[in-house]
């Protein structure tokens, strides 16, 4: 019998994996050439060239652009940043309701109360872990502006419906695609399918910049308008012919040139980037899928899934193990995962006490929503019981540490009779 190494055995990898090394020379040669230029960031908060930032950022948008195919793209310095200026540019007011899920980066989520917006939640799909375009129709009331969808662990959300529902109702549609760099649902790259998709270059990303985040839209008034909010649009938006001010001020979201010429190196990567984590989890997939109670993610038909994380649903009524024991179980194995992703985000103190913006609980003041439990089932079930998760991002892993995960997987599967009776404390 094989001794599982949670009750003392020899793990199925016999080194801790390490982290993926993201950054090379030509990365740190681009960053000497702009420390040598001196300029290390080329924007300027008042009117005239330099109101649009300098030339690396200028390069880095067109080449996004050119890429993706989008109209237009405004770097910023965070994918949080670029929500905040999404939110702003179409307008969300006071009491506007916002629909997000439940489950995703807390900033999606926040972005809305930064202009006294409402963000109501609606369920997520359990097959695509995004929203549910059925649970996004019942939440919609005269006071909904618009929807905020995210592209969860680099899977394409419902884009098509969800773009249908917006227009039908008159709603803005805003991609959270910070996950998905390269996603794509049929003949179109996630990010483009809302009116605004917003990318993220943090550190854990697919590719990164340490911190940054790129907005990218069809829409030359959008555009316009979130660089405005950007670079203290106060400033500028009478040169800059304006004439809609509602939320065009004061902010300093700028990227660095420094920031700009990373972005722009790992841009030049970004399918190898990509690829590296979808051939982890691909063949993760293909030698793990059969095993009871453990479903593997889907990729739905004429879709790119890019696995920003590899995440899989475990049912233990099928294996008689709770999933918080195989977990275990597998790390000890020395299969890295966590369980539940985030708790959702309704449960935060900020929602369960209503106190984000001043001392009066604005803008809460404004609403009669409520943000109890319950109010999200699937993704309560999901966080409680049944998501466990792997983030090549997290790592570098060569083709015999993928061989030893799948050992880890199939070794905890062969010996679950081993677990049947371990008590966590
Ligand atoms: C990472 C992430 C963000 C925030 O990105 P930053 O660039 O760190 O601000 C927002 N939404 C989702 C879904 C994310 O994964």
């Known amino acids: ?130 929203l549910d375009p059925q649970k996004v129709r019942e939440q919609i009331t005269p006071k909904t502006r618009a929807i905020i969808v995210v592209n969860l662990f680099g899977n394409p959300a419902p884009l098509e419906e969800l773009r249908q529902i917006a227009d039908e109702h008159g709603l803005k549609l805003i991609e959270d695609n910070a996950q998905a760099p390269l996603g794509r649902l049929a003949d179109r790259y996630c990010g483009l399918w809302g009116d605004i998709g917003i990318f993220s270059l943090n550190y854990h990303k697919h590719i990164h910049s340490g911190e940054g985040g790129i907005c990218v839209t069809q829409d030359d008034n959008l555009a316009d308008r979130m660089a405005l909010i950007r670079n203290h649009g106060e400033n500028v938006a009478l040169d800059y012919g304006c004439d809609d001010l509602v939320n065009c001020f004061g902010l300093n979201l700028r990227m660095t040139e420094l920031s700009a010429a990373v972005a722009r190196t790992q841009l030049s990567d970004i399918e190898a980037h990509v690829q590296y984590r979808e051939r982890i989890a691909k063949r993760l997939s293909a030698a793990t899928r059969h095993l009871p109670g453990w479903t593997v993610p889907e990729e739905r038909e004429d879709t790119r899934h890019n696995y920003y994380m590899w995440t899989v649903r475990y049912d233990e009524s099928r294996t008689g193990v709770p999933r918080d024991v195989l977990s275990k179980a597998l790390l000890a194995e020395g299969f890295e995962n966590e369980t539940g992703y985030i708790e959702p985000i309704y449960m935060l103190p900020l929602f369960q006490k209503r106190i984000a913006m001043g001392r009066d609980g604005f803008p809460f003041t404004l609403t009669d929503r409520q943000y109890t439990k319950g109010l999200c089932p699937v993704a309560e079930r999901l966080y409680e019981n049944e998501i466990i998760q792997f983030q090549p991002p997290n790592y570098s892993v060569s083709d015999e540490q993928i061989d030893d995960l799948i050992a880890a997987v199939l070794k905890v599967y062969d010996n679950l009779d081993q677990l049947k009776d371990v008590k966590l404390p």
């Not at 050439?33 to 001196?38: N, T």
Request: aromatic share 6%; proline share 8%; with cysteine.
């Open 1 to 130: 019998m094989t001794e599982l190494a949670l009750l003392g055995g020899k793990p199925a990898l016999s080194q801790p994996l390490t982290a993926y090394p993201s950054i090379q020379d030509k990365e740190i040669n681009a960053v000497m050439d702009v420390m040598k230029s001196g300029v290390l960031s080329g924007f300027f908060g008042s009117p005239g060239p330099k109101f649009m930032g300098g030339e690396q950022v200028q390069a880095l948008e067109k080449e996004w652009s050119a890429l993706y195919g989008a109209k237009r793209s405004i770097s910023v310095n965070s994918a949080t940043s670029g929500l905040h200026a999404a939110i702003g540019a179409i307008g969300i007011s006071p009491g506007d309701e916002v629909i997000v899920p439940p489950v995703t980066m807390s900033a999606t989520v926040i972005a809305p109360l930064l202009y006294g917006g409402i963000p109501v939640f609606a369920d997520i799909d359990p097959d695509t872990f995004c």
